[in-house]
Structure formats: structure tokens, C-alpha cells
């Protein structure tokens, strides 16, 4: 029962990459320059992003939820909790530590 948290955790862990490279991408074409000279908040900008790429993560994490909920994985309560709220301290800190990297492919 424990070797089925490790494989969802190792299998979630590569979501960050996503939303970093996703983020090195918009810096490398100065995609956010661009819509910053076409008139765009930039506080707007920054909470836009992190909120969709929190929504973007929740998707898998509800879903994780709902197969071990199906599968009546009942001691697991208190995991999907930890699935629900994962997204919402990944996401601001994977967007904090991406200002370390210069490209997508370092990051």
C-alpha cells in the first residue's frame, strides 16, 4: 500500500517541470515584455499565471483523489488532502526559484 503513494508521488514530481519550462519559455521570448508594451498590469500578469498553472496542477491531483476514492483506498484520507493542497505550495515556490536558471533546458 505504501509502494502506491510512492509511485503517484514519483510520478507527480514531474509536474514542476512542467510549469517551469512553461515559464522559462515566456522569459526566453520575452513573451511578458510584449504584453507588458501592449498595456498589461503586471501584477495582473503574475497573478493570472500563477493561478492557472495552480488550476493546471489541481487536475491530476483531483484525479489521484477520485481513483484512490474509486479503488476504496479509505486509509488515504489523509493523502488527498496532501494531493489537494500540493498545487497551491509547489506552483508560487517552482515560479520563485525559476529566477535561478537562464534557460528552459537548465531549469
Not at 498590469?41 to 493570472?48: A, D, E, G, P, R
Amino acid at each position: 500500500m505504501i509502494s502506491l503513494l510512492f509511485v503517484i508521488s514519483v510520478g507527480l514530481s514531474l509536474l514542476p517541470g512542467l510549469i517551469v519550462s512553461g515559464v522559462m519559455y515566456e522569459r526566453e521570448t520575452n513573451l511578458k515584455h510584449m504584453q507588458i508594451i501592449s498595456g498589461m498590469n503586471l501584477c495582473s500578469y503574475w497573478i493570472v499565471n500563477l493561478l492557472f498553472d495552480i488550476l493546471k496542477m489541481e487536475v491530476p491531483m483531483i484525479l489521484c483523489c477520485v481513483l484512490l476514492y474509486y479503488f476504496k483506498m479509505n486509509d488515504y484520507f489523509s493523502a488527498m488532502f496532501i494531493f489537494v493542497a500540493y498545487p497551491v505550495g509547489v506552483v508560487p515556490f517552482t515560479h520563485a526559484t525559476s529566477f535561478l536558471f537562464q534557460t528552459e533546458w537548465s531549469a
